[in-house]
């Protein structure tokens, strides 16, 4: 028998009559996650969120859901819903195979889920994150103000495994205008990603961060929500000794002694003590996220 996830709560009882979202495969590792919790690191809780903010986004705003509604993150495809009721939802981000009750359905629309019918994503060809959102919004309970799961701080619901129910929460007044959005594809086998150097590049060698503008770096395997680990020539260092700790902020280019660069990622510790070489730009981090393991990254330097 079904239950709603750990913190979830009940599905709202207006507008949606139980509608919900069953859980029967959650492929490789899927979340509930939304437009996360800014503001809170003063308290140790980073924003979380949305790994890639602008495929998360089109997803809400082609089911003319309010930004921020809280969706599905799907890493590496494999995920099975099933739909409580009649729905409509939008797969969006890396781009996969779609079945909607058996029959074919495509990235970047409005896709009709019959009550009862399922919801099959394929494994990306490319990319690494792909969103299913559905209108009314995944309608889990709030910590912190947010319904995103934060791998690191363990906050929000639990990762989605089958049997999981998500609530649909009741549909916006407002109706989508577009039954599908001109989108570009997600990932690649390569990127370059804009930076801008600092805060700490003095604490480098001059080879360091010609390196790190001059060299490709590899998205190796040990890579999560919380960043990934990046292998390359590695980045010396013109000072020694530790830091006190200080803030971190996603895009982080963090060094730790082994020369290894780590990029901070949505679930990104609020502190660190490892000197920060330069930070990628925000409007850059969606092609982060879609980054897997393998992909040859390029960082560019630009002025702040």
């Known amino acids: 028998m ?9 599905a709202p009882a207006e507008g949606r009559g139980g509608a919900a979202l069953e859980v029967l495969a959650p492929g490789p590792f899927a979340t509930v996650q939304d437009g996360g919790r800014p503001g809170r690191a003063a308290l140790g809780v980073g924003a979380s969120g949305a790994a890639d903010r602008a495929s998360y986004g089109l997803a809400n705003r082609l089911l003319a859901n309010p930004e921020g ?25 890396a781009e996969c195979a779609v079945t909607v009750g058996g029959r074919g359905g495509a990235m970047n629309t ?12 394929g494994a990306p060809a490319r990319g690494l994150r ?11 309970r709030p910590v912190l103000g947010s319904c995103s799961t934060d791998v690191l701080a363990g906050l929000g619901p639990d990762p989605l495994a089958p049997g999981d129910l998500l609530p649909v929460g009741p549909p916006p007044a407002a ?52 960043g990934m680990r990046l292998a390359g020539p590695p980045l010396p260092r013109a000072v ?29 510790p609020v502190t660190g003590g490892y000197p920060v070489i330069a930070v990628v730009l925000s409007a850059d981090l969606p092609a982060a996220a879609q980054a897997r393991p393998g992909t040859r990254l390029r960082f560019r330097a630009v002025r702040p």
């Open 130 to 140: 792909s969103y299913v959102a559905v209108r009314g919004g995944v309608a889990v």
């Open 175 to 226: 109706a989508p205008v577009l039954d599908a959005a001109p989108a570009a594809p997600v990932g690649a086998d390569s990127a370059e990603l804009r930076v801008v150097l600092g805060p700490r590049d003095a604490w480098f060698a001059p080879e360091a961060v010609r390196a790190l503008l001059g060299a490709d770096f590899e998205v190796t395997v040990r890579s999560d929500r919380v």
């Open 240 to 268: 020694d000794g530790e830091l006190p700790s200080e803030g971190m902020v996603p895009g982080a280019l963090q060094v730790p002694p082994d020369g290894e660069p780590v990029l901070f990622l949505a679930d990104h």
């Open 2 to 10: 079904t239950a709603p996830l750990p913190g979830a709560g009940a």
């Open 69 to 93: 509604a809280p969706a599905v993150e799907a890493t590496l495809g494999g995920l099975e819903l099933r739909a409580r009721g009649d729905l409509w939802v939008a797969v969006t981000g």
């Open 110 to 121: 409005v896709l009709r889920l019959r009550d009862g019918e399922r919801l099959r994503l």
